[in-house]
Antibody, heavy 122, light 112 residues
Framework: QVQLVESGGDVVQPGRSLRLSCAASGFSINTHAMHWVRQAPGKGLEGVTVISYDEKNKYYADSVKGRFTISRDNSKNTLYLQMNSLRPEDTAVYYC???????????????WGQGTLVTVSS | DIVMTQSPLSLPVTLGQPASISCKSSQSLVHSDGNTYLNWFQQRPGQSPRRLIYRVSNRDSGVPDRFSGSGSGTDFTLQISRVEAEDVGVYYCMQGTHWPVTFGQGTKLEIK
C-alpha cells in the first residue's frame, strides 16, 4: 500500500531556511518521479518542483527557482525539499506526491501525502 | 504557462442528480508522444487531493464508476452521474503535459 508521510513544517521568519521530508512506503522512489505541490491557505494547488525517477531531470516553478532544491535518498526511500530565503508568500501546506513509473506520464501525480504546513511570518 | 480554466466555480447539486464540470486549457494538452495528460482530482474538506481520472478518461483504482472524464485537445469535462453526499468537496483539473504542471482554480461541489 502506497504511503507518503511529510514532516518538517514549521513557523519560520522571512529569509530563513527549512527542510521538508517525505517518507515513502509501499513502493521505491527510485522507480517513480516525485513531486512537491503546495496549497496556500484557502487557495488552489500549485506545482512546486518535480524530480524524475533517474534524477536526470529536476524542474522548479519560477516562484521558487534558485531558492528551493528537491533531492532524495534512495536508501531511506525519502524525498526532501530544501527551502531557503523563505518569503511570506511561501506560506502553504506542502504535499509530497508520487509521479508515474519512470517517464510515462511522469508529470501527473497519483498518490499524495497528508501535507505539512509551512508558515513564514515575522 | 498553460492556464487551466474551470467552470462553474461553485456547483450546488441535489442528491442523486448529475453534475458536470468543464475545464479548458489555454493550449493543446496533446503531448509529443500522442497522449493527453489531463487529470481530475477531488479534495474533500480537510483532506489531501485524491486523483480520480488520468489521461482524460481513465478512472483510478477504487474510484466509483459514477465518475467519468471526457474531452480532447483543450476542452475537457468531469461528469458525476448521480451525486452522493461523499462527493462534497473541491474538484481540480490538472495538466501534466508540460512543465510547469498547472491546475484549474477548483470547483466547489455542495449539496443543495
Amino acid at each position: 500500500q502506497v504511503q507518503l508521510v511529510e514532516s518538517g513544517g514549521d513557523v519560520v521568519q522571512p529569509g530563513r531556511s527549512l527542510r521538508l521530508s517525505c517518507a515513502a512506503s509501499g513502493f521505491s522512489i527510485n522507480t517513480h518521479a516525485m513531486h512537491w505541490v503546495r496549497q496556500a491557505p484557502g487557495k488552489g494547488l500549485e506545482g512546486v518542483t518535480v524530480i524524475s525517477y533517474d534524477e536526470k531531470n529536476k524542474y522548479y516553478a519560477d516562484s521558487v527557482k534558485g531558492r528551493f532544491t528537491i533531492s532524495r535518498d534512495n536508501s531511506k526511500n525519502t524525498l526532501y525539499l530544501q527551502m531557503n530565503s523563505l518569503r511570506p508568500e511561501d506560506t502553504a501546506v506542502y504535499y509530497c506526491a508520487r509521479g508515474a513509473f519512470q517517464y510515462f506520464d511522469w508529470l501527473s501525480p497519483d498518490y499524495w501525502g497528508q501535507g505539512t504546513l509551512v508558515t513564514v511570518s515575522s | 504557462d498553460i492556464v487551466m480554466t474551470q467552470s462553474p466555480l461553485s456547483l450546488p447539486v441535489t442528491l442523486g442528480q448529475p453534475a458536470s464540470i468543464s475545464c479548458k486549457s489555454s493550449q493543446s494538452l496533446v503531448h509529443s508522444d500522442g497522449n493527453t495528460y489531463l487529470n481530475w482530482f477531488q479534495q474533500r474538506p480537510g483532506q489531501s487531493p485524491r486523483r480520480l481520472i488520468y489521461r482524460v478518461s481513465n478512472r483510478d483504482s477504487g474510484v466509483p464508476d459514477r465518475f467519468s472524464g471526457s474531452g480532447s485537445g483543450t476542452d475537457f469535462t468531469l461528469q458525476i452521474s448521480r451525486v452522493e453526499a461523499e462527493d462534497v468537496g473541491v474538484y481540480y483539473c490538472m495538466q501534466g503535459t508540460h512543465w510547469p504542471v498547472t491546475f484549474g482554480q477548483g470547483t466547489k461541489l455542495e449539496i443543495k
